[in-house]
């Protein structure tokens, strides 16, 4: 069966520090990745998504990049965070055809002070 | 272009009695579409989803949703509620059938279940 980790669980930041959020899939192969923002626990917003190797689609510019440097690794990165860079990040994985489900994984709780 | 909505910010319910969370949507071809369940600083659970077919889709945990294509609503149902049915609850829509096509998520309901 297909597994989803994201790590670290938690994370505390000062503002202008990088970041770098991990993502993988197990039990399957040439996923679509996606990464979402979740603030105040309410709606997502998507940042990125991916259907191959270094292809990536950005959602929304800001100071968030994303990278896929193999086929079932998917990174959030930031050069330098700001306050407003706060929230929970969602990653999730679908096969990859139209009727497809996303699936999530844990999250990732990011505090920038 | 696709979207989903979700008019009810909250929805109270007592337990044992049937809950619906609304959802209506608006796509420009055939929607595909989607509920997920999440609990606190957890990641989304999928539910259920409709793609084609019998238009009362059941899914996990007992809940069932209508696909209703005058109306373009797909509220999601359970006959008798549970306190730990207690959850944000996001609707979701899809009408690209790409294969970098996005899912578009609702704002979310907050579901009580009072006990």
């Known amino acids: 069966s297909q597994t989803i980790h994201q790590w670290p669980a938690t994370l505390v930041q000062p503002v202008g520090s990088p970041l770098s959020l991990e993502c993988t899939v197990e039990g399957t192969s040439n996923p679509n990745l996606y990464w979402y923002r979740q603030a105040a626990g309410r709606g997502l917003q998507l940042l990125f998504y991916?259907?191959?190797?270094?292809?990536i689609s950005s959602e929304v510019p800001q100071n968030l990049s994303a990278s896929r440097p193999q086929d079932r690794q998917f990174i959030l990165s930031s050069k330098k965070l700001l306050l407003s860079d706060s929230g929970f990040y969602l990653c999730?994985?679908?096969?990859?055809?139209?009727?497809?489900?996303?699936?999530f994984g844990p999250g990732t709780r990011l505090t920038v002070l | 272009a696709q979207s989903v909505a979700q008019p009810e910010d909250q929805v109270n319910v007592a337990e044992g009695n049937p809950l619906t969370v609304k959802c209506t949507y608006s796509v420009s071809g055939n929607p595909y579409l989607f509920w997920y369940v999440q609990y606190p600083n957890r990641g989304l659970q999928f539910l259920l989803k409709y793609i084609t077919g019998d238009n009362l889709v059941k899914g996990s945990y007992g809940f069932e949703a209508e696909f209703n294509k005058s109306q373009t609503s797909f509220h999601l149902k359970k006959p008798s509620a549970l306190v730990s049915d207690s959850a944000l609850y996001f609707c979701a829509v899809r009408d690209i059938p790409n294969r970098d096509d996005k899912i578009i998520f609702g704002k979310g309901t907050r579901l009580h279940i009072l006990p």
């Open positions: 999730a994985w679908s096969p990859g055809t139209s009727t497809d489900t996303q699936y």
């Open positions: 991916s259907v191959g190797i270094g292809q």
